[in-house]
């Protein structure tokens, strides 16, 4: 234990100067999007679909810096991503964004995917990760995650070996220090086996999920995931709001904030980054719910995610709205 401790002052004090205010990690999934609108789905095959608009955009994990940024937190990237003109686009988009890039190695090929979106908030996804070498580990990394106030990952992490090696790494340093550990599961997370399954609830502190994720994790009892070791689970459910559980048997409800909805790409990952930055700010879950969902509701209200989603006037302009008093969010 005492190692540890020194160990732990030595990387504070090897800490950046400009890293001394709070900070978030995201880990991994920095992916280059290519969206486009169709009128509807299913796609068929010897068709031609004309769509009124094709452009890349960053996705995956840059949602989620980009929106911690916009609501004025220092978000750092923690990936490697490619040589080629991808990752060039990704990284000169990011940096425009205020993402500290610094912990980003690059190596042969970016991730990249083929987002499919209707009018009616559904999506498709057809993507090709990167054949990248491994993650470099060095000490300002470990120097930088001893410092962060919270460190993020998702279940995309898990679709890819080296990504899955890196989110674990990151996540197991991580709750050696008492981070804030963010866990978001996605839509493919269920399809993992149980033993991974089982280590990522014990290193997560604060689970997100929607309510059909949940249903398929086949957990019927929120108090199961408490054994675990996490804190907090958010139950996440789109314009109805949210629930919030905690390990202190504790629950609450949300109203969710219904606005025209234009599409409904990340509002997941702006969700999350709303909360997250409430809690460290050390606001109550209730309020840190709050500010979630005016996120996820001015982000629906925008046409795609990446340099789309939404700033924090857009975000306040909501708040205000609803007249919900935006001074106690603390932004």
């Known amino acids: 234990?005492?190692?540890?401790?020194?160990?732990?002052?030595?990387?504070?004090?090897?800490?950046?100067?400009?890293?001394?205010?709070?900070?978030?990690?995201?880990?991994?999934?920095?992916?280059?999007?290519?969206?486009?609108?169709?009128?509807?789905?299913?796609?068929?095959?010897?068709?031609?679909?004309?769509?009124?608009?094709?452009?890349?955009?960053?996705?995956?994990?840059?949602?989620?810096?980009?929106?911690?940024?916009?609501?004025?937190?220092?978000?750092?990237?923690?990936?490697?991503?490619?040589?080629?003109?991808?990752?060039?686009?990704?990284?000169?988009?990011?940096?425009?964004?205020g993402i500290d890039l610094s912990l980003v190695q690059k190596s042969e090929e970016t991730c990249r995917s083929i987002v499919l979106s209707d009018p009616y908030g559904n999506h498709s996804f057809i993507g090709k990760f990167g054949s990248n070498a491994p993650y470099q580990f060095?000490?300002?990394?470990?120097?930088?995650?001893?410092?962060?106030?919270?460190?993020?990952?998702?279940?995309?992490?898990?679709?890819n070996l080296n990504s899955e090696n890196l989110a674990i790494e990151i996540l197991e340093k991580a709750k050696k220090i008492g981070v804030i550990r963010g866990f978001d599961t996605g839509p493919l997370f269920h399809f993992l086996d149980e033993n991974k399954k089982t280590k990522i609830y014990n290193l997560c502190s604060h689970l997100f999920l929607t309510k059909e994720e949940l249903n398929s994790l086949g957990i019927k009892k929120i108090s199961k995931f408490f054994d675990?070791?996490?804190?907090?689970?958010?139950?996440?459910?789109?314009?109805?709001?949210?629930?919030?559980?905690?390990?202190?048997?504790?629950?609450?409800?949300?109203?969710g904030l219904k606005v025209p909805v234009t599409d409904t790409t990340a509002a997941g990952d702006c969700f999350d980054a709303g909360f997250i930055v409430g809690l460290i700010k050390g606001l109550p879950l209730m309020l840190c719910a709050t500010l979630a969902n005016c996120v996820g509701a001015a982000t629906v209200k925008k046409l795609g995610g990446g340099v789309n989603v939404p700033t924090l006037e857009e975000v306040l302009n909501v708040a205000k709205e609803f007249k919900i008093c935006a001074d106690q969010f603390n932004l």
Not at 67 to 96: M, P, V, Y
Not at 139 to 158: D, K, L, P, Q, R
Not at 229 to 235: A, D, L, T, Y
Request: glycine content about 8%; hydrophobic content about 35%.
């Open 228 to 255: 675990y070791g996490i804190e907090v689970v958010v139950v996440k459910m789109g314009m109805k709001g949210c629930k919030i559980f905690t390990n202190k048997n504790e629950k609450f409800s949300i109203h």
């Open 138 to 159: 060095q000490e300002n990394c470990y120097s930088t995650i001893s410092g962060a106030s919270a460190v993020f990952a998702s279940g995309y992490n898990f679709q």
């Open 1 to 97: 234990m005492r190692q540890q401790r020194e160990l732990f002052n030595l990387l504070k004090k090897e800490m950046p100067n400009e890293h001394h205010k709070p900070y978030v990690v995201g880990i991994g999934d920095l992916t280059l999007d290519i969206v486009t609108s169709i009128r509807s789905f299913p796609i068929n095959a010897n068709q031609f679909y004309p769509t009124p608009e094709l452009y890349q955009n960053p996705g995956g994990r840059c949602n989620f810096l980009i929106e911690l940024s916009r609501l004025q937190i220092h978000a750092i990237a923690l990936d490697t991503i490619g040589t080629d003109e991808w990752g060039d686009f990704l990284c000169s988009t990011l940096k425009n964004e």
